[in-house]
């Protein structure tokens, strides 16, 4: 499995200034590229390589192998641009924002991450420094520090491309590392994880991993950043970014002590992780004004994401499985029932009386549907009929 491991770059401010400049010149290069891409219609790399190759690198100062890499950035970004109005990310095709979007040149800010590949950048990791181009020429001995264990996993299992990216006055380098999987076991139960706001994660052993602390956080950002917001100015606006970038880190962290501890869990007994499948579910719910802002942003998705991720890295089983009615089921008869659950917090069945907390119950019910699915997902596949002459064939 692909993991990305950040490391911190400790630059002298001529290296800082020599990485910004580099930066900065890539960038231009980009949006030149991109403005290129845009009014010829040339969207494959190589047919946009032969058009600006010579271009760049006498305009803009790049080597041969950093203009390379300008290219690829964007015809990858072209590429995700179509994926998303593909995927009606960007709203309809006739809506404003897509139009917009379609309408002109793809632009890059002066501090986007730039990609380097082996050629423009090696890791020496027993002295944890790094050899890189810059506009100003090789920049060997630049150090950089880490975790013990992001470091031990670079030093491991780092593959591929590696991201330049600045962040403030701070530089970062984030490799892609190649983890090799460790065999899935046959699980001899389920742990069943409900997701939700009030309560983050509900596990069918009946852990809650309540959310309060983490809803009163995010409220307080957001009226600091109202706060700033109102007063429209550029320095109110660049901390209002600062803030939002940190709410978001406080949440990643959130879930990643909460993934973790859950497959620890499961790791431990021997059980495998079943969760909700939630994809889709701002399309279904109908929602009040007041619910919105805090549904939509909360972090079902990451949760998901790093249980799914963390499973996989410790062997253990993984399974998403239909949502449907998990909070109005009784786990005991299989009654199903709106008034089943007469409170967001209770849940009480309206034919056999089992009564319990709601989320708690949830989880019982995603233990239960993992039970039944898992013997589809490990049920050998029946050969395909054969003819009389030997042949495989499938007659409609």
Known sequence: MELVVQVKLLPSPEQAAALEATLRACNRAADHVARVAFGSGTRDRNGLQKLVYAEIKAEFGLSAQPAVRVVKKVVDAYAALAAQVKAGVLGRPASKRCRAAM?????????????????CLSWQTDARTVSIWTVA???????????????????????????LVQRGRAWFLVAT??????EVYEPIGWIGVDRGIVNLATTSDGANYQGRRLSRYRRWQARKRAE???KKTRSATRRAARRARKEHRHAAQVNHKVSKEIVSVAQRTGRGIAVEELDGIRDRVRLRRDQR???????????????????RRAGVPFLAV???????????????ERANRPT?????????????????VAGVNVRVRARSAWVFVTMPVPAPPRSATGAGRCDL
Do not use: N
């Open 344 to 360: 967001r917090d209770h849940f009480r069945c309206r034919q056999c009386g089992l009564a319990g907390p709601a989320d708690h």
């Open 228 to 230: 700033l917001q109102a």
């Open 322 to 336: 239909d949502a449907a009615h998990t909070s109005q089921r009784c786990p005991r008869c299989g009654h199903t």
């Open 293 to 311: 802002g805090a549904f939509s942003s909360w972090p079902f998705h990451q949760l998901g994401q790093h249980l799914h991720y963390k499973a």
């Open 137 to 163: 020429g090789r920049m060997k001995g630049l150090r950089y520090a880490g975790a013990a264990g992001q470091l031990k996993t670079l030093a491991d299992h780092r593959k591929g491309e590696s991201d």
């Open 103 to 119: 309408g002109s040149p793809i632009a890059f800010h002066p501090q986007a991450a730039q990609p380097f590949d082996d050629r």
């Open 177 to 182: 590392c190649d983890v090799p999987e460790p």
